[in-house]
């Protein structure tokens, strides 16, 4: 088809058509869902400006399935920004409670959904959606974006199977324990009467989900209620910190920045509220020891949050900080100790030296005062 500007303009026709109206629909459609499948951005956003239909399915595929399989990050946010899930997120299955939205989990105070309950006709409302794929393939933060948008894990394909039973199926150890950590249900089964354990061929996968099935109680020793066995009112959560699963009321569920560069919290967490407090008090000290400016303060907490899951936003401004005094305090300490000189060249030779650690300094972005 020839490019717009070199079509003359038809003199005898008043309307004067664009050309995108001359495309089909279908081509349109056909064409966006190809460039999903290739992972091309630049003609993803061409056509979905063109008018193609990112939810237009061939072959049990559509755009977002494809980006979703693929992995590509970049492409399911502009899907979402593109309203392409809008219909994994607002119908739900039968027999299916969506997961709360993100003003009503603000509202709660806590990141928490209500339990889940199993749709119960496969043949009916089955059909693969993004966490299907994302969950079978492992990509552990696509997974966190459709969770956070309100897609279940416990939605159906036309065989039963959750997206629980899709992560445990290919031995996603990652993208299991952030499901267990959401209280999901690891007995439920799909239309052949298979469990996720049942799916499963990788050993710590086996193991996780036996473990879940093996703890019948809270396991804070201290819990009001851990003579209350583990059921679809009380349910158990997987705290991924201490490896250990709670009731509602001794974890916390929240989330997170994943990394310093994180514009939004974006990675689920489950605590216990013991872990949870742990952490709060060493984000705490490590913050004092930041705003004290002395660098053995900063130096000790930050070494006291070696493994520790804190805040990444506040680890990084204290390691930067740290840096900074660091390469100050071997200076004052370089100068401190050749304060007096004898000759000429001595200071030379101790100024070249001042000069090699400011550049080393600077090569590294290190604001030294």
């Given at each position: 088809?020839?490019?717009?500007?070199?079509?003359?303009?038809?003199?005898?026709?008043?309307?004067?058509?664009?050309?995108?109206?001359?495309?089909?629909?279908?081509?349109?459609?056909?064409?966006?869902?190809?460039?999903?499948?290739?992972?091309?951005?630049?003609?993803?956003?061409?056509?979905?400006?063109?008018?193609?239909?990112?939810?237009?399915?061939?072959?049990?595929?559509?755009?977002?399935?494809?980006?979703?399989?693929?992995?590509?990050?970049?492409?399911?946010?502009?899907?979402?920004?593109?309203?392409?899930?809008?219909?994994?997120?607002?119908?739900?299955?039968?027999?299916?409670?969506?997961?709360?939205?993100?003003?009503?989990?603000?509202?709660?105070?806590?990141?928490?959904?209500?339990?889940?309950?199993?749709?119960?006709?496969?043949?009916?409302?089955?059909?693969?959606?993004?966490?299907?794929?994302?969950?079978?393939?492992?990509?552990?933060?696509?997974?966190?974006?459709?969770?956070?948008?309100?897609?279940?894990?416990?939605?159906?394909?036309?065989?039963?199977?959750?997206?629980?039973?899709?992560?445990?199926?290919?031995?996603?150890?990652?993208?299991?324990?952030?499901?267990?950590?959401?209280?999901?249900?690891?007995?439920?089964?799909?239309?052949?009467?298979?469990?996720?354990?049942?799916?499963?061929?990788?050993?710590?996968?086996?193991?996780?989900?036996?473990?879940?099935t093996k703890t019948l109680k809270c396991e804070n020793k201290e819990c009001p209620q851990r003579?209350?066995?583990?059921?679809?009112?009380?349910?158990?959560?997987?705290?991924?910190?201490?490896?250990?699963?709670?009731?509602?009321?001794?974890?916390?569920?929240?989330?997170?920045?994943?990394?310093?560069?994180?514009?939004?919290?974006?990675?689920?967490?489950?605590?216990?509220?013991?872990?949870?407090?742990?952490?709060?008090?060493?984000?705490?000290?490590?913050?004092?020891?930041?705003?004290?400016?002395?660098?053995?303060?900063?130096?000790?907490?930050?070494?006291?949050?070696?493994?520790?899951?804190?805040?990444?936003?506040?680890?990084?401004?204290?390691?930067?900080?740290?840096?900074?005094?660091?390469?100050?305090?071997?200076?004052?300490?370089?100068?401190?100790?050749?304060?007096?000189?004898?000759?000429?060249?001595?200071?030379?030779k101790d100024v070249q030296r001042v000069n090699e650690l400011l550049e080393h300094a600077q090569v590294h972005n290190i604001d030294i005062n």
């Amino acid at each position: 088809m020839a490019d717009k500007e070199d079509k003359k303009p038809n003199v005898d026709n008043d309307d004067d058509e664009d050309s995108e109206e001359e495309i089909p629909q279908e081509e349109k459609d056909e064409n966006l869902l190809e460039a999903s499948k290739n992972n091309d951005i630049e003609n993803v956003e061409l056509w979905l400006d063109k008018g193609g239909d990112p939810t237009f399915m061939k072959e049990g595929w559509n755009s977002v399935l494809w980006a979703a399989c693929n992995g590509n990050e970049e492409l399911i946010h502009l899907l979402y920004r593109r309203k392409a899930l809008t219909d994994y997120i607002g119908e739900p299955q039968r027999g299916e409670e969506l997961p709360a939205t993100e003003d009503e989990k603000a509202e709660e105070g806590d990141d928490r959904s209500n339990p889940f309950q199993k749709p119960l006709d496969a043949r009916k409302v089955g059909r693969y959606t993004p966490l299907h794929w994302a969950s079978y393939k492992g990509h552990l933060k696509i997974v966190w974006f459709l969770l956070k948008i309100g897609i279940s894990p416990l939605r159906i394909d036309m065989y039963g199977n959750s997206s629980v039973h899709q992560a445990a199926a290919s031995g996603n150890l990652d993208v299991l324990s952030c499901y267990l950590s959401k209280g999901v249900d690891v007995n439920m089964k799909n239309a052949r009467g298979h469990t996720p354990l049942d799916l499963t061929t990788e050993e710590e996968t086996k193991k996780l989900i036996l473990r879940a099935t093996k703890t019948l109680k809270c396991e804070n020793k201290e819990c009001p209620q851990r003579d209350i066995k583990f059921d679809f009112k009380n349910i158990r959560y997987y705290c991924e910190v201490s490896h250990k699963f709670y009731c509602k009321n001794c974890s916390v569920t929240m989330y997170v920045y994943n990394t310093h560069e994180s514009e939004e919290k974006d990675r689920p967490v489950c605590r216990s509220k013991e872990v949870q407090n742990k952490i709060e008090h060493r984000e705490a000290k490590l913050t004092e020891a930041v705003e004290s400016y002395d660098f053995k303060e900063i130096d000790r907490e930050l070494a006291l949050c070696t493994g520790v899951d804190i805040d990444a936003k506040i680890r990084k401004q204290a390691e930067i900080l740290h840096t900074k005094l660091e390469h100050e305090l071997r200076i004052q300490t370089f100068l401190e100790a050749h304060r007096n000189h004898d000759n000429y060249k001595d200071i030379r030779k101790d100024v070249q030296r001042v000069n090699e650690l400011l550049e080393h300094a600077q090569v590294h972005n290190i604001d030294i005062n």
